[in-house]
Nanobody, 126 residues
Framework: QVQLVESGGGLVQAGGSLRLSCAASGLTFSAYAMGWFRQAPGKEREFVAAISWSGESTSTADSVKGRFTISRDNAEHTVNLQMNSLKPEDTAVYYC???????????????????WGQGTQVTVSS
């Protein structure tokens, strides 16, 4: 079965950096677009970043643009989220997700993704 396992979360001070990774198994990883979403307490899950199956196209939410970078390594079956200049409002559980369909471009919508990881907590202190 498909498994997505996030790692790299933790506690960091404002202005600091973290690198999240998501290891995928049970699917032809290189055929699927991947995304990162986050959910803060009391808020709905929101889009953070996405990358196409080839890695040639990316999309980033306005709230993190210029600070977060998504990348993927198809040989290692991983997708990463480099987070710099972190702010307290970035505090959330971060989830990686795999697209429902193969060979599709990036999507900002959670409904486009079928497989989800369990999430990793990111806490940014002020």
């Amino acid at each position: 079965q498909v498994q997505l396992v996030e790692s790299g979360g933790g506690l960091v001070q404002a202005g600091g950096s973290l690198r999240l990774s998501c290891a995928a198994s049970g699917l032809t990883f290189s055929a699927y677009a991947m995304g990162w979403f986050r959910q803060a307490p009391g808020k709905e899950r929101e889009f953070v970043a996405a990358i196409s199956w080839s890695g040639e196209s990316t999309s980033t939410a306005d709230s993190v643009k210029g600070r977060f970078t998504i990348s993927r390594d198809n040989a290692e079956h991983t997708v990463n989220l480099q987070m710099n200049s972190l702010k307290p409002e970035d505090t959330a559980v971060y989830y990686c997700a795999a697209d429902r369909r193969k060979f599709r471009g990036v999507s900002n919508f959670a409904s486009a993704y079928e497989y989800w990881g369990q999430g990793t907590q990111v806490t940014v202190s002020s």
